[in-house]
């Protein structure tokens, strides 16, 4: 059976895990109610258009939070603000503040998503030599879009690391596509695995600073009828190393 014990072993052994829809939903059921599920996943159908993307590319959608959990494990949604990479962690849209629609209200404050950040913070917080530290959380709803002259690209910025301590990716839906395998790479480039996330709450974790990861494109199956890949990203970084790196 997968706990949340083996599960921070195994990330603690290989710097990433897979976790399949079944044990991942029973994991994050012992953490709280995922009551309002079906209108989570639901919200994926209001995502708002990215048009940070390179070359003027319009098959993603999101919507983005930020979060705040204290050591003592109380999660608190933060004012709306940009999300930012430095061109060392993302080269292709890295360098500039990007303001994305924000999560509806109803969808970050429900039992859904606040669970899911619970859940990690319990992992996350394993996985620390010292006491629990604070963190800041990011979450953002990604829609990649698929079409016949046009594959949508999950990651377009290739296998990278995120400038973060840990990564969940979770899968809300696919609708009539192919590919999107997750290829996890060593910091030396070596290849450590790999898996598609196919069925609902099907989950990815990655130890941010000891892999890459990277996603194929998609491709629609049937050329006539919409196709999109739909996941949640929650991202965790500790408060203290963004205080130090804002004073380097």
Same mark, same amino acid.
């Given at each position: 059976?997968? !706990?949340?014990?083996t599960?921070?072993?195994?990330?603690?052994?290989d710097? #990433?895990a897979f976790v399949p829809?079944?044990?991942?939903?029973a994991l994050?059921?012992?953490a709280?109610?995922?009551?309002d599920?079906?209108?989570?996943s639901e919200s994926w159908?209001? *995502?708002? *258009?990215?048009?940070?993307?390179?070359?003027g590319?319009? /098959?993603?959608?999101?919507? =983005?939070?930020?979060?705040s959990? %204290?050591?003592?494990?109380?999660?608190a949604?933060?004012p =709306?603000q940009?999300h /930012?990479?430095?061109?060392?962690?993302?080269p @292709?849209?890295?360098?500039i503040?990007?303001w994305?629609?924000?999560?509806?209200?109803?969808?970050?404050g429900?039992?859904?998503?606040? !669970?899911?950040?619970?859940w990690?913070a319990?992992?996350f917080d394993?996985?620390?030599a010292?006491a629990p530290?604070?963190?800041?959380?990011e979450?953002?709803q990604f829609?990649?879009e698929?079409?016949?002259?046009q594959a949508?690209?999950? %990651?377009p910025?290739g296998?990278?690391?995120d400038?973060v301590?840990?990564?969940l990716?979770?899968?809300i839906?696919?609708?009539?596509?192919?590919?999107? !395998?997750?290829?996890i =790479?060593? @910091?030396?480039?070596a290849? *450590?695995?790999?898996?598609?996330?196919?069925t609902p709450?099907d +989950?990815? *974790?990655?130890?941010?600073a000891?892999? #890459?990861?990277?996603v194929?494109?998609? +491709?629609?199956?049937d050329p006539a009828a919409?196709? /999109?890949?739909?996941?949640?990203?929650?991202?965790f970084?500790?408060?203290v190393?963004?205080q130090?790196?804002a004073?380097?």
């Amino acid at each position: 059976m997968t !706990t949340v014990e083996t599960l921070a072993a195994d990330l603690q052994r290989d710097g #990433f895990a897979f976790v399949p829809a079944e044990p991942m939903r029973a994991l994050l059921e012992r953490a709280g109610a995922l009551d309002d599920l079906p209108a989570f996943s639901e919200s994926w159908n209001s *995502l708002a *258009l990215d048009t940070y993307m390179a070359a003027g590319a319009r /098959y993603r959608r999101r919507r =983005h939070a930020v979060f705040s959990v %204290t050591a003592g494990g109380a999660i608190a949604r933060q004012p =709306h603000q940009p999300h /930012y990479q430095t061109l060392e962690y993302n080269p @292709l849209h890295g360098g500039i503040a990007r303001w994305f629609e924000p999560i509806a209200p109803e969808i970050g404050g429900g039992s859904t998503l606040q !669970t899911i950040v619970r859940w990690c913070a319990q992992l996350f917080d394993r996985l620390e030599a010292a006491a629990p530290p604070e963190w800041r959380v990011e979450v953002h709803q990604f829609r990649i879009e698929a079409r016949p002259e046009q594959a949508g690209q999950p %990651t377009p910025e290739g296998m990278h690391r995120d400038g973060v301590d840990h990564v969940l990716v979770l899968l809300i839906h696919r609708q009539n596509i192919l590919s999107g !395998t997750t290829t996890i =790479h060593g @910091l030396d480039g070596a290849t *450590l695995g790999s898996f598609t996330l196919t069925t609902p709450l099907d +989950a990815a *974790l990655v130890e941010d600073a000891r892999v #890459f990861h990277g996603v194929t494109p998609v +491709a629609p199956f049937d050329p006539a009828a919409p196709a /999109y890949r739909d996941v949640l990203v929650v991202t965790f970084k500790r408060t203290v190393a963004i205080q130090r790196n804002a004073k380097a």
